[in-house]
Nanobody, 128 residues
């Protein structure tokens, strides 16, 4: 599975960005795809995902109410609408995929950050 993230940029605090993650390759539709981020000098962290099996949505606490995840299955594309951005959201955002049969979203939610594929990412910088 190939993953290509886009949509990052420089935005002022309180601003918005919409990230996209296009998935391609055989059986891409059988994978859970989630958003992750990594800031310089910090550990990577999971941000959000939609379970491919039951469409349940998961968010890390710090982005709840500000970020909205969605998936267009016809286009095999995952989106992350980010509103009210804060400087602490600054990071390289990337999408990653793990077979949905492993209940990947639930695993990522509890901190098991294992995935089979990841994309290169897109930089998000929140600064005035």
């Amino acid at each position: 599975v190939q993953l290509q993230a886009s949509g990052g940029g420089l935005v002022q605090p309180g601003g918005s960005l919409r990230l996209s993650c296009a998935a391609s390759g055989p059986n891409a539709e059988d994978y859970d795809i989630g958003w992750f981020r990594q800031a310089p000098g910090k550990n990577r962290e999971w941000v959000s995902c939609i379970s491919n099996s039951d469409y349940k949505v998961y968010y890390r606490d710090s982005v709840k109410g500000r970020f909205t995840i969605s998936r267009d299955h016809a286009k095999n594309t995952l989106y992350l609408q980010m509103n009210n951005l804060k400087p602490e959201d600054t990071a390289l955002y990337f999408c990653a995929a793990e077979p949905a049969r492993f209940a990947s979203c639930a695993s990522w939610y509890i901190g098991v950050l294992q995935y089979e594929f990841r994309g290169q990412g897109t930089q998000v910088t929140v600064s005035s």
